[in-house]
């Protein structure tokens, strides 16, 4: 990623950049070079996401359905810094998840346009299921596979292990070496997806951040009209779909035995036809630009003893190593893939009829299978057609971003070598690039645990008012809160300036006693516990990036069933733990169902969630809690729209509605309003059930703000009454700073011209869009007023 | 404008910047590429360090140029670059920023000190050395760091085209910004003009450093405890946040403090060290000690957090942050 700061910065300044070199990128006059093209062609120098999305662009795809991950998240944002500038009109859906973003994608598929997606690793897996039925269904659309490392522990950089998952979806697999490959793979998907031979949606596979985030010179048409002339101005006819009243169709019905053995089949017959329509529009393409794809991409195999088999920008390499070793003599030869599904078995047992011995290196494990995928794919493909002679030897490498460099190509060739000299494959499988640690390096303990009686240090008074039913709560002053430790070291890598941490340890502050927290993906997460270390000096879980509400309340319900069974007795706990899971406003889009679930089984946990309006660990992307008229990587301002076009998501009423105990907001700017309510929350949590709380934490970096204005910005956000600081106790809302009371009110203007993303809202051709954000914050301000004044609302 | 002056045997002329999230580098590393590729008729690949690095954290970019008849497959990070710029001489504290130097590579440091001086920094025991004050620069002409330097940049690559190179400021900032095109082009020529070189003589011609991978961790498959699990939490104080820094730095003058945790409510990195003692009448309380730098990142939110003139932002001078540190004391569970 660079998923993060750096590339957000640069995107922002790129905005700029880019803006003004009259379009989506400067073409190069290199006319001369393009030599066998039959269409004009011109060279721009950019990456694989921006080939993604600049075949994207000319396409002009109906609709995509997206949801950031990285490293594909730059393509929606490329698509929507070039909507911005008016070069496209692809209808761009922020969903709230991949599961949402392929079910969009499948909907918008069914109503017979064209759709586009982009996506990786655990992006993938959460939409995986989708797959097989957009391809059982033979709804045609093209998504690119950014690929990425699946994985727990986190690992966001590449390998091939989410490709592998989706080796079994029904989907064509298209694979792409290099940025080039990704702008004419995208544009010979679609033709391919839409075949009538074929009807299936394809996939364009390429390698993350090696291919997806590298600057390469790129041959594209000149003219977006060649585009189309190419792929059809229109899918083609005939396919019925779901917006002809005249003829009413059922899409997905209850199939079983005997029928659905039958529609498997057809889908196998439309991948294995596939192969040969990708042949036959791969040479079309090739006359026409001079580009020519073939099914296997076979460097001086013609007469190869030895050969290796990699998959995309590794297997561009190793043409280097296969050079210097051809130049000692040797018969090396590499072969690679342009397409993984349909295999091409016969093509690959071909390749190899001569060859002595061949390493094959699969950038993912298929555990326990004794090789990866292509391994062992290979291998069915020799035994099929009657090789027998090959020596195969199987070596996972390079996995989740781990670089593969010349030297490790000789490797894979020197294993071939030996092999083909011995006759025989002396360690069939084994991975390579592992290796085993410094013996005396072995991690060992560090900190002592916070002693328990520092944490609960009897400061902070509660009781329940037994004729309001509500607490009372008494906090010390700030300075006597300041002994009790901090729950997290320092040292974590957040920005300078970030509001997380601050907002996150003021809270804590309320709670007495243990904690075990969990975190969300986010910022939080990723800058506290980079691998060996870690911030966290007591308990912590990270999982999946929806997934902490339900994770948290399996932890919570175990812990009360192991205490219940007396399984707990012999640790010496001195008191229940108080559950905490830190979310960011991201994690609550994409784990609201998770997090509603949990608040409605009343689980006894906290969600605690630090808002700061966007998608900041992926490069700020807007969030469904990014204001309306905010300037985010995927809202940007320019000619066609002036940042996020619909208002913030109000999450606290949302989880309010679930009728849990508490729920509140609060930022640092008010440090006792924040820890009065973490003390009432740590007295639900620990008697009542599920507590939910937001805080508004200011993300300077992304907010285009000085590094020091978190504090005051948060501070403005609260007097301007967008975001008020209230608390629904046991369903009675309570406001607990009023500043019109207090006439501390400001005009929200004085919030907004205090940030970068926000300013262009202050210009007078943006006065509908500031009127629009000021009337619904009025709005929902006044109806807490009215909730507040009436305890029974 | 001539050819590259210099190629590895696969033909390439290889530059890597090493910055921290947030100067630019990144920018600057996608027009140099540029300036070669679109305005100087080279071929070339170009790309930052990926990952969750933050603002304030070290990243890198990689630049390749080769002739337009080259074959481009290597996408692995530079490793044995003909250049190095080094954005932040203080990354060398942390950063192995010269790792895979030659005996003909340049390295170019954003510095005030000599390359005699930058020579000893950066241990090496020869080489080209330049150097070039692009954060001076960059203060007096109110304009980036990253544009001194990529002034500098071209000053070292004589086959870039520096003309084309102001064209894309001039085009960037064009109709939006046109107030800032003089100040960004002064900016870029004085780091042009004043970048100083002194070339030192590498004594029997060997390896300037050591070199291997960075990609190899002390914790491998033998002693990493499964299923990526830390079992000694806490350990992220080990680290040293200081090259986060960009020039100013929160300054503690206990005489003014009133000890209000202000400062501690809002500060992102826990750099407070609070001690407890009696107070004048002889009660237990709570009483600010001073700041451990070696976290803080120079945000100065504690700076106007304080209700009085206890602290206050000052430009950080080389040694004020050792000298006036005041560590936290972990409760450590082993001794080292």
Known sequence: ?793 | MGGLPLVNKLGFYEIRLEAIGGMGANLAGKMLAEAGVNGSGLNGVSFSSYGSEKKGSPVKAHIRFCELTTQIRDTSSVEHPHMVGIFHEALAKTVHVTSGIGPDSIVLVNSTKAPSQLMALLDMQGGKIAAIDATGIALKEKNRVNMAMLGALFKICPFLDPQAMKDIVTKSLGAKYPQAIESAHRTFDRGYEEVVFEQFTLEDNGPLLDFKHSNISSLGYENQPIGGMITNPGGNYLKDLSISRSGMIPSYDPESCINCAGCDNVCPDMCFVWEERTDRKGRSQIFLQGIDYQYCKGCLKCVQACPTSALSSIKEKEGYADKYSVKHRFDLAAQF
């Not at chain 1, 859906?93 to 069914?110: L, R, V």
């Not at chain 1, 490392?149 to 998952?165: A, E, R, T």
């Not at chain 1, 902490?548 to 919570?556: C, E, H, I, M, R």
């Open chain 1, 1 to 793: 990623m660079q998923t993060s700061i750096q590339s957000s910065i640069a995107l922002i300044l790129l905005r700029n950049f880019n803006k003004k070199k009259g379009g989506f990128m400067m073409a190069i006059d290199y006319s001369k070079e393009i030599g066998s093209a039959k269409v004009e062609q011109q060279y721009v120098y950019e990456s694989g996401n921006e080939m993604a999305a600049y075949a994207a662009q000319q396409i002009n795809y109906h609709v995509m359905g997206y949801f950031p991950i990285s490293p594909s998240t730059e393509v929606a944002q490329f698509l929507d810094l070039t909507k911005t500038t008016g070069q496209h009109d692809i209808k761009l859906i922020p969903s709230d998840g991949e599961h949402s973003s392929a079910g969009i994608c499948y909907g918008a598929s069914t109503a017979g346009g064209r759709v586009f997606n982009a996506t990786s690793a655990q992006g993938y897996m959460y939409m995986l299921e989708q797959m097989p039925v957009q391809s059982g269904t033979r709804l045609p659309m093209v998504m690119n596979l950014v690929c990425r490392s699946i994985s727990g522990p986190l690992n966001i950089h590449g390998d091939h292990s989410d490709l592998y998952f989706a080796l079994n979806t029904g989907w064509p697999i298209l694979m792409c070496r290099d940025p080039q490959a990704v702008y004419d793979m995208n544009i010979m998907a679609l033709k391919l997806a839409e075949d009538p031979e074929v009807r299936l949606p394809v996939m364009v596979a390429s390698d993350g951040y090696f291919t997806s985030h590298q600057k390469r010179r790129v041959q594209t048409f000149m003219h977006r009209e060649d585009v189309m002339k190419f792929v059809g101005e229109q899918p083609p006819a005939g396919f019925p779909h779901t917006l002809d009243r005249e003829q009413p169709i059922s899409i997905g019905p209850y199939m079983n035995e005997p029928d659905y053995i039958n529609n498997r089949y057809q889908m196998s017959e439309a991948m294995y036809k596939a192969g040969a329509v990708f042949e036959r529009i791969a040479k079309e393409y090739g006359d026409l630009t001079g580009r020519y794809y073939p099914t296997l991409d076979l460097y001086r195999m013609e007469d190869a003893e030895v050969a290796v088999f990699l998959m995309n920008s590794a297997s561009e390499i190793i043409k280097d190593v296969v050079d210097q070793l051809r130049a000692e003599g040797i018969k090396a030869g590499s072969i690679s893939p342009n397409i993984i599904r349909p295999f091409p078995q016969k093509q690959i047992a071909n390749a190899l009829k001569n060859v002595k011995a061949i390493t094959v290196g699969d950038r993912g494990d298929s555990t326990g299978g004794h090789g990866g995928n292509m391994v062992n794919e290979l291998k069915a493909a020799l035994f099929t057609h009657g090789n027998h002679t090959t020596q195969v030897i199987s070596r996972i490498y390079g996995l989740g971003g781990k670089e593969f460099y010349a030297e490790d190509g000789h490797h894979f060739f020197q294993l071939a070598i030996e092999a083909a000299k011995s006759g025989e494959v002396a360690v069939p499988f084994d991975f390579y690039g592992h290796h085993p640690g410094e013996s005396d390096k072995t991690p060992i303990r560090l900190l002592k645990p916070l002693k328990f009686e520092d944490l609960k240090t009897g400061l902070i008074e509660i009781d329940k008012d037994e004729l309001t039913g509500k607490l009372r709560v008494k906090v010390p002053p700030m300075r006597s809160l300041v002994k009790k430790p901090k729950r997290l070291t320092p040292g974590h890598g957040a920005c300078p300036g970030c509001g997380i941490f601050s907002g996150l340890e003021l809270f804590f502050k309320g709670i007495e006693g243990d904690i075990v927290t969990l975190f969300h993906t986010g910022c939080a997460y990723v800058v506290s516990t980079g691998y060996p270390h870690s911030s966290h000096k007591g308990t912590f879980i990270h999982n999946l990036f929806q997934n902490g509400a339900a994770t948290l309340s399996g932890v919570v319900e175990m812990f009360w069933e192991r205490k219940r069974r007396g399984e707990l007795d012999d640790l010496g706990l001195k008191d229940d733990f108080t559950f905490v899971m830190v979310t960011g406003d991201g994690g609550m889009d994409i784990g609201m169902g998770p997090a509603i679930g949990a608040a409605l089984r009343n689980h006894r946990m906290i969600i605690l969630e630090y808002d700061n309006e966007g998608y900041m660990n992926t490069g700020a992307q807007l969030s469904y809690s990014t204001p309306k008229g905010h300037r985010t990587s995927t809202s940007g301002v320019g000619k066609t729209q002036q940042g996020k076009g619909s208002h913030h998501k109000d999450t606290p009423q949302i989880m309010a509605a679930t009728n849990i105990p508490y729920v509140f907001t609060g930022t640092e700017a008010h440090p006792q309003d924040l820890v009065k309510k973490a003390a009432k929350a740590w007295w639900y949590a620990q008697n009542e059930g599920l507590v939910y709380g937001k805080i508004l934490s200011a993300c300077p970096l992304n907010w285009m703000a000085e590094d020091n204005a978190g504090t005051s910005l948060v501070g403005t956000a609260v007097d301007s009454c967008f975001f008020p600081l209230y608390e629904v106790e046991l369903g009675i809302t309570t406001i607990t700073y009023d500043p019109e009371a207090k006439s501390q009110k400001v005009e929200l203007t004085e919030w907004l011209k205090r940030m970068g993303k926000t300013r262009h809202l202050l210009k007078p051709e943006n006065e509908a869009i500031l009127k629009s954000f000021q009337d619904e914050v009025e709005r929902r301000w006044s109806r807490l007023k009215i909730k507040h004044a009436h305890p029974e609302l």
